[in-house]
């Protein structure tokens, strides 16, 4: 049990059926975790403040203030779930993205698929995925999710400090990022 | 009829299809998730079940109708039913997907068709006992009682 003052863990549900984001959404809340829940990989990235670099652009009129762009990367994921079949983005194409993003790649991975290809698991597992969970999933699979969010959470607290303390305190991956936003302002 | 016998016929029921395998245990797992924050999570879930099966029904009834089968899309929508009716428990649904995959990728049509009209049957099927047990539990509600 944790202390009074911890937040609860904030979990990104990716998932392109209706009806699996319902269930996926309900295992997690009754498991008391924070939910957010997209339908496709690319709502999952915009979600997670990664941009592609024209979009990048587009977003960052010289009007518009850093603190917005820092806003959104505060916004703290702390596992990301993701069906593996999806059109466009498939969950392994989104794993890819995430462990090659700077800023995103110590987010913990999980995939799930209603298809048990030996291959296909072995590769996520290779590529960086926590852990596979086979459709339908369970309540003794949400389970599992704990020690891949506590790990996650102990080296944040290893490198960053207290995040909750407040948009004051940014850690050096917040720091890298606003660069990367100010030198797209000013080449505008 | 009386609370304890409406109570006993619901306990009854639920058994039989278990049973008669149309409901397996995932469907007990879909209880557990309901709870007072979320009393009518399994009717919720089980009224998304039937709106996105009959949409991909609907689809391949068309599908196999045209000129040119479209067998990729075919499977697409097959594979979509099967893991939402393994989502619910349901097992005879289920099944019959299984083998409509089967036919899919022989790209037999008539095994197609033939396994379209199974699949239908037993989604007809598995609709009506569920809709039978949701209006037990409605009536046990409403005597008072509690499931």
Request: glycine residues 4%; negative net charge.
């Given at each position: 049990?944790?202390?009074?003052?911890?937040?609860?863990?904030?979990?990104?549900?990716?998932?392109?059926?209706?009806?699996?984001?319902?269930?996926?959404?309900?295992?997690?809340?009754?498991?008391?975790?924070?939910?957010?829940?997209?339908?496709?990989?690319?709502?999952?990235?915009?979600?997670?403040?990664?941009?592609?670099?024209?979009?990048?652009?587009?977003?960052?009129?010289?009007?518009?203030?850093?603190?917005?762009?820092?806003?959104?990367?505060?916004?703290?994921?702390?596992?990301?779930?993701?069906?593996?079949?999806?059109?466009?983005?498939?969950?392994?194409?989104?794993?890819?993205?995430?462990?090659?993003?700077?800023?995103?790649k110590d987010i913990p991975v999980v995939i799930m698929s209603s298809e048990n290809v030996p291959s296909r698991i072995n590769r996520c597992l290779e590529d960086g995925a926590e852990d596979f969970f086979l459709k339908p999933v369970q309540l003794s699979d949400v389970k599992k999710l704990k020690p891949h969010l506590l790990k996650g959470r102990s080296k944040e607290t290893e490198f960053n400090g207290n995040k909750r303390k407040g948009i004051e305190n940014f850690d050096s991956s917040h720091d890298r990022t606003r660069y990367r936003y100010n030198a797209i302002d000013t080449?505008? | 009829?009386?609370?304890?016998?409406?109570?006993?016929?619901?306990?009854?029921?639920?058994?039989?299809?278990?049973?008669?395998?149309?409901?397996?245990?995932?469907?007990?797992?879909?209880?557990?998730?309901?709870?007072?924050?979320?009393?009518?999570?399994?009717?919720?879930?089980?009224?998304?079940?039937?709106?996105?099966?009959?949409?991909?029904?609907?689809?391949?009834?068309?599908?196999?109708?045209?000129?040119?089968?479209?067998?990729?899309?075919?499977?697409?929508?097959?594979?979509?039913?099967?893991?939402?009716?393994?989502?619910?428990?349901?097992?005879?649904?289920?099944?019959?997907?299984?083998?409509?995959?089967?036919?899919?990728?022989?790209?037999?049509?008539?095994?197609?068709?033939?396994?379209?009209?199974?699949?239908?049957?037993?989604?007809?099927?598995?609709?009506?006992?569920?809709?039978?047990?949701?209006?037990?539990?409605?009536?046990?509600?409403?005597?008072?009682?509690?499931?």
């Amino acid at each position: 049990m944790g202390t009074v003052a911890e937040t609860p863990f904030h979990v990104l549900a990716v998932d392109d059926s209706q009806f699996d984001r319902k269930l996926i959404e309900r295992l997690l809340k009754i498991s008391s975790y924070q939910v957010t829940v997209v339908d496709s990989g690319s709502k999952a990235l915009e979600f997670l403040g990664l941009y592609e670099e024209d979009e990048q652009r587009n977003l960052n009129p010289a009007s518009v203030s850093p603190d917005e762009h820092i806003h959104r990367q505060d916004v703290e994921v702390n596992l990301i779930i993701t069906d593996y079949c999806m059109p466009g983005m498939t969950g392994y194409d989104l794993l890819r993205k995430i462990k090659e993003s700077e800023s995103l790649k110590d987010i913990p991975v999980v995939i799930m698929s209603s298809e048990n290809v030996p291959s296909r698991i072995n590769r996520c597992l290779e590529d960086g995925a926590e852990d596979f969970f086979l459709k339908p999933v369970q309540l003794s699979d949400v389970k599992k999710l704990k020690p891949h969010l506590l790990k996650g959470r102990s080296k944040e607290t290893e490198f960053n400090g207290n995040k909750r303390k407040g948009i004051e305190n940014f850690d050096s991956s917040h720091d890298r990022t606003r660069y990367r936003y100010n030198a797209i302002d000013t080449d505008l | 009829m009386d609370l304890v016998q409406l109570q006993r016929q619901f306990v009854d029921y639920t058994t039989s299809l278990f049973n008669e395998g149309f409901l397996d245990d995932q469907f007990n797992q879909l209880q557990q998730l309901q709870d007072e924050s979320n009393p009518d999570f399994v009717v919720e879930v089980v009224s998304l079940f039937f709106e996105d099966s009959e949409r991909h029904l609907n689809e391949l009834t068309q599908s196999l109708e045209q000129q040119n089968i479209d067998f990729k899309r075919i499977d697409a929508h097959v594979h979509q039913l099967k893991g939402s009716s393994s989502s619910i428990g349901a097992q005879r649904v289920q099944k019959e997907c299984i083998n409509f995959r089967g036919y899919c990728e022989e790209k037999n049509i008539e095994g197609c068709r033939k396994c379209l009209q199974q699949v239908k049957h037993e989604y007809v099927l598995v609709k009506n006992k569920l809709e039978t047990l949701f209006k037990l539990e409605q009536q046990i509600i409403a005597a008072g009682g509690s499931i």
